[in-house]
């Protein structure tokens, strides 16, 4: 459809993927050599500069291959959230797919028992091993993307408050778009753009918990699962203030949250005229 189109051009627009004239800029033709979302390329780039670079190729991988949580079978799940919580990152999704990962990986480097192949481990913790095998590969083949583009790959840093940091903000460089407010308290998620009210997904690391995150970035919108926003990591108003082009923001349809943001823009920007004053 025409609109949907336009709507593709102006996010890419957004992602500083397109030059004045329509067509890929320097950084869209870098970005289009990742076979990825436009987002996620530009997640990807972003690390480059906040030197987060191995955790987001992993992000990348987890959220490109299937998804690695299993459906438990009928009266186990609660046993699968247990087992799911020991990969929990405070931080969020995003972060507890790391975590999932960095495990697997484990689990495969001591799988040389015939008593406990990765397989099992996989079984034991109602995880897909197929979809995790998948994912090795595509994060194998992102890193040869990264090496034949010359593009540094940082050393992991995973865990440390600088590292998270660097995440979130390679993850809202690509992802601002996604960004979703709980408006109630009670995890009715209402999304900047779409003006749509959306649940967290059974799989997120805070569903079913006290804890609901009020800002949040998420990875995809799923109308036909209830509503739902999968792959959820909280994040903060400043930080949206600061990585979101100003142009995409004057664009955002008025709403209680575009209010509570442009306070936080209001509260960041140089008070040149204060100062004025004072002198």
Same mark, same amino acid.
């Given at each position: 459809?025409p ?5 593709a ?7 500083a993927?397109?030059?004045n ?7 869209g033709? &870098?970005?289009s050599?990742?076979p990825?979302?436009p ?6 780039l ?7 670079v191995?955790?987001?190729l992993t992000?990348a991988a987890?959220? !490109?291959?299937p998804n690695?949580?299993?459906?438990a079978?009928p009266?186990?799940?609660?046993i699968?959230?247990t087992?799911w919580?020991?990969f929990s ?6 972060f507890t ?8 990986k484990?689990?495969?480097a001591n799988?040389t028992?015939q008593?406990?192949s990765?397989e ?6 109602f995880?897909?091993c197929s979809?995790l095998?998948m994912a090795e &590969?595509?994060r194998a083949?992102?890193?040869e ?6 593009? +540094? &790959?940082?050393? +992991?840093d995973f865990?440390?408050k600088?590292?998270?940091l660097s995440i979130?903000k390679?993850l ?7 960004i979703?407010r ?5 995890g009715?998620?209402?999304?900047? !753009?779409?003006r749509q009210?959306a649940q967290?997904?059974?799989f997120?690391?805070y569903?079913?918990?006290?804890r609901?995150?009020e800002?949040?970035l998420?990875h995809e919108f799923?109308?036909?699962e209830?509503?739902? &926003?999968?792959v959820?990591?909280?994040i903060? +108003? ?6 979101v082009?100003?142009?995409y923001f004057?664009?955002?349809?008025p709403s ?6 442009q306070?936080a823009?209001?509260h960041l ?7 004025e004053?004072?002198?």
């Amino acid at each position: 459809a025409p609109e949907s189109l336009m709507q593709a051009l102006e996010d890419l627009d957004y992602l500083a993927a397109l030059d004045n004239d329509g067509n890929l800029s320097e950084f869209g033709i &870098i970005m289009s050599e990742f076979p990825l979302d436009p987002q996620l390329s530009k997640s990807i780039l972003a690390s480059c500069e906040f030197e987060c670079v191995d955790e987001m190729l992993t992000i990348a991988a987890m959220v !490109t291959a299937p998804n690695c949580f299993l459906h438990a079978p009928p009266g186990t799940e609660e046993i699968a959230l247990t087992c799911w919580r020991k990969f929990s990152h405070p931080a969020g999704d995003h972060f507890t797919l790391i975590n999932v990962f960095n495990a697997f990986k484990e689990a495969s480097a001591n799988s040389t028992s015939q008593y406990y192949s990765n397989e099992k481990w996989c079984r034991d913790y109602f995880l897909s091993c197929s979809a995790l095998r998948m994912a090795e &590969i595509i994060r194998a083949e992102l890193v040869e993307i990264m090496k034949r583009i010359e593009l +540094p &790959i940082s050393e +992991p840093d995973f865990g440390s408050k600088e590292n998270i940091l660097s995440i979130k903000k390679s993850l809202l460089s690509g992802y601002f778009m996604h960004i979703a407010r709980d408006v109630d308290g009670s995890g009715n998620y209402l999304m900047l !753009t779409h003006r749509q009210v959306a649940q967290l997904h059974p799989f997120s690391s805070y569903y079913n918990t006290r804890r609901i995150p009020e800002w949040v970035l998420f990875h995809e919108f799923s109308i036909s699962e209830d509503n739902s &926003i999968r792959v959820v990591s909280e994040i903060s +108003p400043d930080l949206f203030v600061e990585l979101v082009p100003q142009y995409y923001f004057s664009n955002l349809p008025p709403s209680e949250s575009k209010d509570i943001l442009q306070e936080a823009i209001n509260h960041l920007s140089p008070v040149s005229t204060m100062k004025e004053e004072q002198k």
